[in-house]
């Protein structure tokens, strides 16, 4: 290694040279030795840094072995968006191996900056541009040895992945209103959408493969690439919001669509997450069960879309990622998923800023599962991944998910939608839910975007009644709509705990107070103070008719998420007079 670092430094400072800088793109030369070093995962990073410009770019030998023409990599095409300022966006591509060592010229709208940048021995170039202002068409050239590549029609914005399972993946030809959404694609010439092949792989690959890697290149949208069949392209959910987001922020949106139907979190984690987690790596037999509550059936095997469907875009630049996923873990690992979902994103932030200028907390966002089924009877499976989604908190972001937004949805049944209820086709609630919270947490903008949720609870009994009453506090006013939804658990056993065979979940009627707009009074008539253990909300698979949950925002009109304390996360304290302060937790 170290004769190929003697080599880089004479061809790099053989090669340097003063440059007039262009005013709009501002691209400096002036170079260092290039430092080819692990990083936290053992891939390897060359990592070559100038005064305020640098290039990175992971190293991969698993696959794309052979020798290999001059090219960009397979994402970088006509019509692309590249993430902009402040952010920097990284090119990369391939040369053969005859030209490892010498310099591919990076020229923006025609106009050569002396942006240089080396052939590594891997046979892979990259570079990081400037930070570029929003806007465009841009037209982007590389040149080798008197050899030019181009990408045209290029945009700068914000670029977002949208992944998931099949409610990521329903394409807009199933959404409700479908006709005039797809007829209304072509009035956003700004918006430019891409969407990945499903691809399955037992390691992790750098790039997208050239068999068939990608299913939509790069494209403007029109009825002919968003109106795709069903469940093929473009996701819904993702088009939506990248549309909604657009409306608001009139700048450049690129949208990348990597889902997959009927796939459950694992599939799309590293193995170290799942590790970490307690999660048995699974063989091709083991996960049957990963997808009983979806009919579309997708690979369920630990790590095989991480590796073909994300990792292949690591050094690719994007500025956040939504996900609707959630359904084929009600029935396996469900009780791991308050630790691999948020442990998947943390993996995903960390790999995303190693291998490009992506922020090492990008915003992401997700949205709560959606109701399945008209049964209203039915307490676990979703709802227990609903709240795992918020890593037991409840809400987001929190101390745990950092930076993260979520569209509550459980208040959006679809039970005669034609592809089952467990695909609704509501999906513009969705995805404008889902925006409303992203402009809030992503771009910091001061809009009302979470439904109420609790902040105090008071337990007591007050004389002369003989019932137990609870009284909650919430962030904002109220607009109640039923006086049901709500549940107590009340132990039998000494002492009182929440816990199966030592206590039930009792429904009691809930009412907003006459004088006070952000308080609800609870009456316990069958359940003794001392023996509240815990509360509960909305803790069904089904917990509501189409927006007729029963609490909701009073000025913003969405829906308070589900919640449950219990148990260590339902601590009472003795104020005094028979009653009891609750510690929500």
Request: aromatic share 12%; hydrophobic share 35%.
């Amino acid at each position: 290694m170290a004769w190929y670092k003697l080599l880089m430094m004479y061809i790099l400072l053989k090669n340097v040279r003063p440059s007039a800088c262009h005013a709009d793109h501002n691209v400096k030369v002036e170079m260092m030795i290039p430092d080819l070093r692990p990083d936290a995962d053992g891939d390897t990073v060359a990592d070559i840094s100038t005064h305020g410009l640098e290039y990175v770019h992971r190293l991969d030998t698993h696959d794309h072995n052979g020798d290999k023409n001059f090219s960009f990599a397979s994402y970088y095409q006509n019509h692309m968006v590249l993430q902009g300022s402040p952010k920097q966006s990284i090119i990369w591509g391939y040369a053969p191996s005859s030209a490892v060592g010498q310099m591919v010229t990076i020229m923006i709208d025609h106009v050569a900056h002396n942006f240089s940048v080396p052939v590594m021995q891997d046979q892979t170039w990259a570079a990081k541009l400037d930070d570029m202002n929003a806007g465009g068409p841009h037209t982007i050239q590389a040149s080798l040895s008197g050899s030019v590549i181009q990408l045209s029609d290029v945009l700068f914005g914000d670029v977002w992945l949208c992944s998931g399972q099949s409610n990521m993946q329903m394409s807009m030809i199933q959404v409700d209103n479908s006709t005039e959404e797809i007829e209304d694609t072509i009035n956003y010439p700004n918006i430019r959408v891409f969407v990945v092949s499903d691809k399955i792989s037992t390691i992790p690959l750098s790039d997208l493969s050239s068999d068939g890697g990608i299913l939509l290149p790069w494209s403007l949208p029109s009825p002919a690439t968003i109106g795709g069949p069903p469940f093929q392209y473009f996701s819904a959910v993702c088009w939506l919001y990248g549309k909604y987001l657009y409306q608001h922020l009139q700048k450049p949106i690129g949208l990348i669509d990597t889902t997959w139907g009927g796939t459950p979190v694992e599939a799309w984690s590293a193995p170290e997450v799942l590790e970490k987690c307690g999660v048995t790596l699974s063989k091709p037999s083991d996960n049957k069960a990963a997808s009983s509550y979806d009919v579309l059936s997708g690979p369920t095997d630990s790590s095989v879309l991480w590796n073909g469907m994300v990792h292949p875009l690591l050094n690719m630049t994007i500025y956040g990622a939504i996900w609707y996923q959630g359904e084929s873990n009600a029935a396996y690992n469900r009780d791991l998923y308050n630790c691999t979902f948020p442990g998947m994103i943390d993996d995903w932030r960390k790999k995303f800023h190693t291998a490009s200028d992506t922020d090492a907390t990008f915003p992401f966002g997700f949205v709560q599962l959606a109701p399945f089924e008209a049964d209203y009877s039915v307490s676990s499976g979703f709802p227990d991944i609903r709240w795992h989604q918020t890593a037991d908190y409840g809400y987001v972001p929190n101390h745990r998910l950092r930076n993260v937004f979520m569209a509550v949805a459980m208040d959006l049944p679809d039970f005669l939608s034609p592809y089952q209820s467990i695909h609704p086709r509501f999906k513009q609630d969705i995805a404008a839910r889902l925006t409303l919270a992203s402009l809030a947490v992503a771009y910091k903008q001061d809009v009302s975007y979470q439904g109420p949720y609790p902040v105090h609870v008071i337990i007591s009994r007050e004389p002369p009644y003989k019932f137990t009453q609870i009284v909650v506090e919430y962030t904002m006013g109220l607009n109640q709509k039923w006086l049901d939804g709500y549940e107590i658990c009340c132990a039998f056993t000494s002492p009182p705990v929440c816990q199966q065979g030592q206590s039930w979940w009792l429904p009691t009627a809930t009412v907003q107070t006459y004088n006070r707009g952000n308080i609800t009074e609870s009456y316990a008539f069958q359940c003794d103070l001392e023996n509240v253990v815990g509360i509960r909300y909305a803790w069904r698979q089904t917990p509501c008719p189409f927006k007729n949950c029963a609490i909701y925002g009073v000025d913003n009109n969405l829906p308070m998420p589900p919640f449950t304390y219990h148990d260590r996360g339902f601590v009472k304290q003795l104020i005094g007079d028979g009653r009891y302060k609750v510690l929500i937790k």
